[in-house]
Protein backbone atom coordinates (compact mmCIF):
# COMPACT_ATOMS: atom_id res chain seq x y z
CA UNK A 1 0.00 0.00 0.00
CA UNK A 2 1.28 3.98 -0.72
CA UNK A 3 0.00 6.86 0.68
CA UNK A 4 -0.54 9.18 -1.24
CA UNK A 5 0.43 12.73 -0.05
CA UNK A 6 1.12 15.99 -1.22
CA UNK A 7 4.98 16.61 -1.56
CA UNK A 8 6.78 17.74 0.87
CA UNK A 9 9.07 20.01 -1.07
CA UNK A 10 5.58 21.41 -2.37
CA UNK A 11 5.56 23.04 0.99
CA UNK A 12 8.67 24.90 1.21
CA UNK A 13 8.15 28.30 1.98
CA UNK A 14 4.78 27.94 3.56
CA UNK A 15 4.00 28.95 7.35
CA UNK A 16 3.69 26.50 9.42
CA UNK A 17 0.27 26.49 9.64
CA UNK A 18 -0.27 26.80 5.93
CA UNK A 19 -3.30 24.46 4.59
CA UNK A 20 -3.54 23.46 0.82
CA UNK A 21 -7.52 22.75 -0.55
CA UNK A 22 -8.16 19.09 -2.27
CA UNK A 23 -9.52 21.00 -5.09
CA UNK A 24 -10.87 17.46 -7.11
CA UNK A 25 -10.45 13.98 -7.52
CA UNK A 26 -9.83 12.51 -10.97
CA UNK A 27 -10.34 9.23 -10.28
CA UNK A 28 -12.65 6.94 -7.52
CA UNK A 29 -11.36 4.03 -5.76
CA UNK A 30 -11.10 1.12 -6.89
CA UNK A 31 -10.48 2.95 -10.75
CA UNK A 32 -7.70 0.91 -12.98
CA UNK A 33 -4.99 3.91 -13.18
CA UNK A 34 -1.74 4.03 -14.93
CA UNK A 35 1.52 5.60 -13.53
CA UNK A 36 2.03 9.07 -14.33
CA UNK A 37 -1.78 9.18 -14.45
CA UNK A 38 -3.22 13.05 -12.44
CA UNK A 39 -5.77 11.61 -9.65
CA UNK A 40 -5.58 14.57 -7.68
CA UNK A 41 -6.25 18.40 -8.04
CA UNK A 42 -4.47 20.42 -5.01
CA UNK A 43 -4.68 24.05 -4.78
CA UNK A 44 -1.86 26.10 -2.47
CA UNK A 45 -1.62 30.11 -2.11
CA UNK A 46 0.49 30.42 -5.19
CA UNK A 47 0.09 27.13 -7.40
CA UNK A 48 -2.21 24.65 -8.47
CA UNK A 49 -0.44 21.29 -8.11
CA UNK A 50 -1.67 17.76 -9.57
CA UNK A 51 -0.76 14.13 -7.18
CA UNK A 52 0.07 11.87 -10.55
CA UNK A 53 -0.23 7.97 -10.20
CA UNK A 54 2.91 6.27 -9.09
CA UNK A 55 2.55 3.20 -10.75
CA UNK A 56 0.06 1.36 -12.54
CA UNK A 57 -3.27 0.17 -10.00
CA UNK A 58 -5.48 2.10 -7.93
CA UNK A 59 -7.15 4.36 -5.24
CA UNK A 60 -8.00 2.16 -2.60
CA UNK A 61 -9.35 4.70 -0.21
CA UNK A 62 -9.99 8.07 -0.44
CA UNK A 63 -9.59 10.28 3.35
CA UNK A 64 -9.80 13.92 1.89
CA UNK A 65 -12.77 14.74 -0.07
CA UNK A 66 -13.55 17.52 -2.70
CA UNK A 67 -13.84 21.08 -0.81
CA UNK A 68 -11.60 19.57 2.22
CA UNK A 69 -8.49 21.96 3.42
CA UNK A 70 -5.04 19.28 4.89
CA UNK A 71 -2.01 20.16 6.56
CA UNK A 72 1.69 19.18 5.78
CA UNK A 73 1.83 15.67 5.85
CA UNK A 74 -1.90 14.55 5.67
CA UNK A 75 -2.73 11.10 4.05
CA UNK A 76 -5.12 12.25 1.12
CA UNK A 77 -5.43 8.25 -0.48
CA UNK A 78 -4.60 5.15 0.12
CA UNK A 79 -2.75 3.31 -3.36
CA UNK A 80 -2.07 -0.18 -4.57
CA UNK A 81 0.09 -0.92 -7.66
CA UNK A 82 -1.28 -3.60 -9.95
CA UNK A 83 -0.53 -6.99 -9.53
CA UNK A 84 0.85 -6.90 -13.27
CA UNK A 85 2.19 -4.15 -14.86
CA UNK A 86 2.61 -3.49 -18.31
Partial sequence: MIEIKLDAAAWDGAQDDAQA???KWLVVPNEAVIKG???VTVVMVKATIDIEAPSDGFIQQIFVQNGE???LGTILATFKKSEISS
Avoid: I, K
Wanted: no cysteine; glycine share 0%; aromatic share 12%.
Fill in 21 to 23: LLE
Fill in 37 to 39: QTL
Fill in 69 to 71: SFA
